[in-house]
T-cell receptor, first 112, second 117 residues
């Protein structure tokens, strides 16, 4: 089945640094969403970017979308230890169904 | 408080013993979905429902059943569980607009960790 891929799979940074993670997908999409998951818990929605948008900001989060390259990036600025989590992208393909396709995630560790 | 609840949170069972995992949301969402999460595979969609009595298969529906008789509830049924269904299961809901391509954020439940021996 089609699935998004996040890159890198794991990332370890110092508190205060920026963290960038990327998501690639395979089909045309209506929108792309980013979610955060703290160890084994439910996912929490972070931000949604529609296919006709190129960039979106929310607090310390900045998301970009390049539909020509079928890719998105999530930037977390001035990271904190509390940002330690796994981050997933999810796409909503334009296939006429209402499926969501999640990536495999990036595990972020922010060291205090 | 707006939330998605799942029960049970943890379940250990044996092969072939039918089980149901319940999911309920209090946000009047039309769209509900079940996912399973396995190491290295991310989340994979099992089934989803656009509204009452409207369900469809996700990417990994084999071995699962669902029903949507009420808007707030979307139970996941494993008629004859097998060890390869050992996983972490999540229920999610969202408002899904009527306009094509207009999607909203999903709200996730806390997860059900299922072990089938």
């Amino acid at each position: 089945s089609q699935q998004g891929e996040e890159d890198p799979q794991a990332l370890s940074i110092q508190e205060g640094e920026n963290a960038t993670m990327n998501c690639s997908y395979k089909t045309s999409i209506n929108n792309l969403q980013w979610y955060r998951q703290n160890s084994g818990r439910g996912l929490v929605h972070l931000i949604l970017i529609r296919s006709n948008e190129r960039e979106k900001h929310s607090g310390r989060l900045r998301v970009t979308l390049d539909t020509s390259k079928k890719s998105s990036s999530l930037l977390i600025t001035a990271s904190r230890a509390a940002d330690t989590a796994s981050y997933f992208c999810a796409t909503d393909p334009t296939s006429g169904t209402y499926k969501y396709i999640f990536g495999t995630g990036t595990r972020l560790k922010v060291l205090a | 408080e707006a939330q998605v609840t799942q029960n049970p949170r943890y379940l250990i069972t044996v092969t072939g013993k039918k089980l149901t995992v319940t999911c309920s949301q209090n946000m009047n969402h039309e769209y509900m979905s079940w996912y399973r999460q396995d190491p290295g595979l991310g989340l994979r969609q099992i089934y989803y429902s656009m509204n009452v009595e409207v369900t469809d298969k996700g990417d990994v529906p084999e071995g699962y059943k669902v029903s949507r008789k009420e808007k707030r509830n979307f139970p996941l049924i494993l008629e004859s569980p097998s060890p390869n269904q050992t996983s972490l299961y999540f229920c999610a809901s969202s408002f899904k607009g009527g306009l094509a391509g207009y999607s909203y954020e999903q709200y996730f439940g806390p997860g059900t960790r299922l072990t089938v021996t």
